[in-house]
């Protein structure tokens, strides 16, 4: 397991006193973390969630997940934002989850009667089970999902419908863990010192990644090492601390995108997960970096232009996958219709290789720094690793900016509004001026 940070096109951007006051700030915010003296201080547990988490119910997870691996075809995942995203960032990067195993279906995260529809006919007569995900337990959309698969569940099963609902929520709060209490169904826990969007290795993103077929050990082992690292590595040598340096030193630069970009499509998912921790941790108080993301080279036949030609305003940071598995290799074709035999006897990995660095150059030509970020190869060690080096760079970056990375206050607005909309009780002043607005 490796992770390297590559800033050969992006220190050239900054003189050496601009580099040497981030460096500081990174390091005092890195400190401020470790210190818990912050703000959000109250949210700091994923810190040292690598080593320090419960083993009962480390245990229980995969005693579940072998459970539903012998009783189901499905596990339906409900949950939005950090109570889905990093199990399927997790599901859609490993290997091991492409087995052919449980297959996870992710419900709750949209408002969509056709998305749940599409659900409900892929799973058809075959058996299922529920985990439904929410820390507030009192969150709109996977509330609605959970009535509708909860209902299903219940005609199909009867009274063992509960057997195959597992409650992921809060220990002891909330409208979900009464219903779990009331109805029996097995809980797992998001600690009250882990918020949403940090949760990816507790029982939020374990569960479903367990069923899905992946290696959870081996997982928290990846983050158990990197957490090692970038806790003690000196500056210079500590890539997660330089990464969160870079940002703010770019973003004081006037680049107020980044981009992330990688060669690999079992990453968009993660990419996913990136964003909502980098939005919702730092985009507030009118500051902060948005975070966006590409998958190439498909994308370079569209936001490929834009990057290499538009307003000059992004940087971007690609996570390359080293050792892609492959043995792909171009077939010679006698006559060569295509013009494709410069290329016959290659590896498709070493053709992807060759666009990842001439876009790299073309790239830093047109006026976007780019930070490479190297990983040796999808497996569980090296997702952990990445999941804590994007975490601990988030609240270091978060820390510099001068924002709490741990609240999300802009959340609310629409949620408010929605119930209002919806004839939530209590919201009827709000409903009225929101109805005169749309008339
Ligand atoms: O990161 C966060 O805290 C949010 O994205 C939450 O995960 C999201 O709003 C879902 O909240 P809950 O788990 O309470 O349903």
């Given at each position: ?10 220190k ?26 912050g ?117 199909k099963?009867?009274?063992k ?35 949403g969007?940090?949760?990816v ?14 290696d ?67 985009g507030?108080?009118k ?33 390359w ?24 006897g ?16 073309a ?50 607005d ?12 209590g ?13």
């Amino acid at each position: 397991m490796s992770l390297n940070l590559n800033d050969k096109f992006v220190k050239g951007c900054f003189d050496a006193k601009t580099a040497a006051e981030y460096a500081e700030k990174a390091k005092k915010a890195l400190a401020t973390t470790l210190a818990g003296t912050g703000e959000g201080s109250d949210f700091l547990g994923w810190v040292t969630l690598p080593e320090d988490y419960d083993k009962e119910e480390f245990a229980r997870i995969k005693k579940a997940a072998a459970k539903i691996k012998s009783d189901s075809k499905y596990l339906v995942v409900i949950g939005i934002g950090g109570s889905y995203l990093g199990a399927r960032s997790a599901i859609d990067f490993l290997p091991a989850c492409k087995k052919g195993g449980v297959k996870v279906l992710f419900a709750g995260n949209n408002l969509s009667a056709e998305y749940i529809n599409d659900i409900i006919e892929e799973i058809g007569d075959d058996d299922f089970s529920v985990n439904v995900i929410s820390k507030s337990g009192t969150t709109t959309e996977p509330a609605v999902a959970f009535r509708i698969f909860k209902g299903l569940l219940e005609k199909k099963y009867g009274a063992k419908a509960s057997e195959r609902i597992y409650a992921t929520t809060d220990k002891a709060r909330g409208t979900l863990k009464e219903l779990a209490n009331k109805e029996g169904y097995e809980s797992f826990v998001v600690p009250d010192n882990i918020g949403g969007r940090y949760s990816v290795l507790t029982a939020v993103g374990l569960l479903p990644i367990a069923v899905a077929g992946a290696d959870i050990d081996a997982i928290m082992k990846g983050a158990a090492t990197a957490r090692k690292d970038y806790t003690s590595l000196p500056f210079e040598k500590n890539d997660c601390l330089r990464y969160a340096a870079y940002r703010n030193m770019l973003l004081g630069a006037g680049k107020q995108i980044e981009v992330l970009s990688s060669f690999e499509p079992s990453l968009c998912s993660f990419a996913e997960w990136f964003k909502q921790l980098y939005g919702e941790s730092e985009g507030k108080d009118k500051k902060g970096i948005f975070p966006a993301s590409v998958s190439f080279t498909t994308d370079l036949h569209s936001l490929g232009q834009y990057i290499q030609d538009g307003v000059r305003f992004l940087f971007e940071t690609v996570i390359w996958v080293k050792n892609a598995a492959s043995g792909l290799k171009v077939p010679f074709v006698e006559d060569n219709g295509d013009g494709l035999n410069f290329l016959a006897g290659k590896d498709v990995n070493e053709i992807n290789e060759k666009a990842h660095l001439g876009t790299v150059l073309a790239h830093v030509d047109g006026g976007v720094p780019n930070i490479i970020i190297t990983i040796d190869k999808r497996d569980e060690e090296n997702y952990g690793r990445l999941v804590y080096f994007f975490e601990l760079a988030c609240a270091v970056s978060g820390y510099t900016l001068g924002v709490n990375p741990f609240n999300q206050p802009g959340v609310e607005d629409y949620k408010k509004n929605m119930f209002a909309l919806m004839g939530k009780k209590g919201y009827e002043d709000r409903a009225a001026i929101l109805t005169a607005r749309l008339k």
